[in-house]
């Protein structure tokens, strides 16, 4: 019987790197051989064999799925879009090297799979700086968030390198660290749009282009046939019109100018409310958060799932600032480490971001905030109110996760509970290895996993909120954008969740409000009711026709009870926006759109 068992299972774990869809399953299995193992219904000497043969075989099965994806990229849509640029493209990864190049790129004879090392442009030779790494570069670039124009030291190439969040406003996935242009800075494309937006004059045209070529005001003006001198004062009128200070400055902007070949797009509504935003802590690493609301409202830290796919601030900025306008409430949700942009650390304690929310909310102005939080997100939401007892005003919990409970019977609940509860907890190595195949799984096809919780909960609101086709498709992108610089935050922050809680909820005095739907199968309602019996300022709330997801349309009410507001439970309903006529479904956004854009001198 054990030796049909483990061959099921091996077969299973091999069928799922072929269809993720059979992941869950796959889930489901491992975490009842794990817990049979736990239980001692396993003689102990066999289990250990047999659940370190069955590690072997999922290390090859991903490896073997890694590999198919490989491949399916090589000869992706997005391949063949980038192909048909004239201009050379590549997608490139944090660690500096090529996920896609077209063949315009590797025309240019830039060898992205060795190592390269490229220094700005627009230096004159004697004044070159030391070449940096394209990994220095990307990580560089996006700490400015500022495209970069860079060039070898054997070549008149110049090469554009875009910032991510630039490279994900014009369409490119967002796995790509940085977006690589070439271009060649000879063209006229950059001069003339230059020259249109600040009406120079030929001349000054003349004495730009011969900075162009030479990097040098002696040679450029005795090109012209002029002197040095007049050289200089066709220079400075070129200064005065277009508000540049050098020639560095210059010759970068129309370096730049590949910028052009896409075609404008409309400004989004996250570039125009800004919700995305960048704080360097004192040691060094940077911290992204969101921040939505009247500058005067009430500040409410919010600490989302750790999949991050119901509060979508970024997506759709207009509808959530509508209600925090409403309310008169300043919402701040900030990334966990590794997670969006904040840089990773390693933590051995939830209690450990603490002090980064400390520097923040100083940062921010405010003496004291509250906190809100959803599903997994409690666990750092009371680790803060636990470190941070005089900064913290009130805190409210929607649909808990409290690890102190365990559900009588687990193979009734989603698989995310799987995971959490029994196999990070009993079989970690195995969940850091499943969680960035699941990550993957599920960015590649949201709606269907969405469909599956669907066939299984209970909750018929639950079905309601996650049936609608935004969800899934929205879940997937901020999920890429969330998991980009990879998993680890995801899977340190689980683990620790998973272990128990290092601090003790009963010396949280703090208010604290937990509102829990009766049909919540991913973190049961009696969970939330143990926990709240165990905080010493608690309140509990079942609502019996919810499940686990009420926060995706009842965030708006918690959110200014959190903030201190006496309203009503469902006072306000957020309405989830409909994508399927308001934007492009595919993974690539614009870019098809864009090509038609391209100029003739590329």
């Known amino acids: 019987m054990r030796v049909e068992t483990n061959d099921r299972l091996t077969h299973l774990v091999y069928e799922a790197s072929l269809d993720n869809s059979l992941l869950p399953?796959?889930?489901?299995?491992?975490?009842?051989?794990?817990?049979?193992?736990?239980?001692?219904?396993?003689?102990?000497?066999?289990?250990?064999?047999?659940?370190?043969?069955?590690?072997?075989?999922?290390?090859?099965?991903?490896?073997?799925?890694?590999?198919?994806?490989?491949?399916?990229?090589?000869g992706s849509d997005l391949e063949a879009v980038l192909g048909t640029f004239a201009v050379g493209?590549?997608?490139?990864d944090d660690s500096g090297r090529p996920i896609v190049v077209n063949r315009a790129m590797r025309e240019t004879g830039l060898a992205l799979e060795a190592p390269i090392r490229l220094l700005p442009a627009g230096h004159a030779d004697a004044t070159l700086p030391e070449a940096q790494s394209l990994s220095r570069w990307v990580s560089e670039t996006n700490r400015i968030e500022t495209p970069q124009s860079l060039m070898t030291r054997d070549s008149d190439t110049t090469y554009l390198l875009l910032p991510r969040q630039e490279a994900i406003r014009m369409g490119f996935p967002a796995k790509a660290a940085a977006v690589l242009v070439a271009t060649n800075p000879n063209t006229a494309d950059g001069l003339r749009a230059l020259a249109n937006a600040h009406d120079l004059t030929l001349r000054e045209q003349a004495l730009v282009r011969g900075l162009m070529e030479t990097s040098d005001l002696r040679k450029a003006s005795k090109a012209m046939g002029i002197s040095y001198e007049s050289g200089r004062t066709y220079l400075k009128r070129v200064f005065e019109k277009t508000g540049l200070t050098s020639q560095v400055d210059l010759i970068n902007t129309i370096a730049r100018s590949p910028m052009s070949m896409f075609r404008e797009r409309q400004t989004t509504d996250e570039e125009r409310f800004q919700v995305r935003r960048l704080h360097r802590l004192p040691d060094g690493r940077m911290l992204e958060y969101f921040i939505l609301g009247p500058e005067k409202g009430r500040p409410v830290l919010l600490f989302d799932a750790l999949s991050g796919s119901s509060i979508d601030l970024t997506g759709f900025p207009r509808q959530y600032y509508e209600h925090l306008e409403h309310y008169g409430v300043r919402l701040v949700m900030p990334c966990r480490p590794g997670i969006y942009r904040s840089d990773f650390r390693k933590m051995t304690s939830l209690r450990d971001f603490a002090?980064?929310?400390?520097?923040?909310?100083?940062?921010?102005g405010n003496d004291q905030v509250s906190l809100m939080s959803f599903s997994f997100g409690s666990g750092i939401a009371l680790a803060t109110a636990h470190e941070l007892p005089d900064r913290i005003r009130k805190v409210v919990l929607s649909s808990p996760s409290y690890p102190a409970y365990k559900h009588e019977n687990w193979r009734e609940l989603d698989q995310f509970y799987h995971l959490s509860a029994v196999l990070a907890q009993r079989w970690p190595a195995m969940f850091r290895?499943?969680?960035?195949?699941?990550?993957?799984s599920i960015i590649q096809n949201a709606p269907r996993y969405m469909e599956r919780y669907c066939?299984?909960?209970?909750?018929?609101?639950?079905?309601?909120?996650?049936?609608?086709?935004?969800?899934?498709?929205?879940?997937s992108r901020m999920l890429e954008e969330r998991t980009a610089g990879g998993v680890n935050g995801m899977v340190e922050e689980n683990l620790l969740n998973a272990r128990g809680w290092d601090f003790d909820v009963s010396m949280i005095h703090t208010e604290v409000e937990i509102y829990?739907?009766?049909?919540?199968?991913?973190?049961?309602?009696?969970?939330?009711?143990?926990?709240?019996?165990?905080?010493?300022?608690a309140s509990f709330t079942k609502f019996d026709d919810k499940g686990h997801y009420q926060h995706i349309s009842s965030w708006p009410w918690m959110v200014a009870r959190a903030a201190g507001f006496d309203v009503a439970?469902?006072?306000?309903?957020?309405?989830?926006?409909?994508?399927?006529?308001?934007?492009?479904?595919?993974p690539f956004g614009d870019i098809a759109t864009d090509i038609a854009s391209l100029g003739s001198g590329y």
């Open 569 to 586: 439970p469902y006072d306000r309903i957020y309405t989830i926006p409909d994508l399927r006529h308001s934007c492009s479904l595919s």
């Open 25 to 74: 399953e796959l889930i489901l299995e491992l975490t009842e051989q794990v817990q049979l193992a736990a239980d001692g219904r396993m003689i102990e000497a066999e289990s250990r064999q047999d659940l370190s043969d069955l590690m072997e075989h999922f290390r090859r099965a991903i490896e073997i799925s890694e590999k198919m994806v490989r491949l399916q990229e090589r």
């Open 433 to 440: 290895q499943l969680i960035p195949f699941l990550v993957r």
């Open 455 to 475: 066939n299984r909960t209970p909750s018929t609101h639950d079905v309601e909120l996650l049936s609608h086709p935004t969800i899934g498709i929205r879940s």
């Open 516 to 537: 829990h739907g009766a049909f919540d199968n991913v973190a049961p309602a009696q969970g939330g009711e143990t926990l709240a019996r165990t905080l010493p300022n």
């Open 355 to 364: 002090p980064d929310l400390e520097n923040l909310i100083d940062a921010l």
């Open 89 to 92: 493209i590549a997608l490139i």
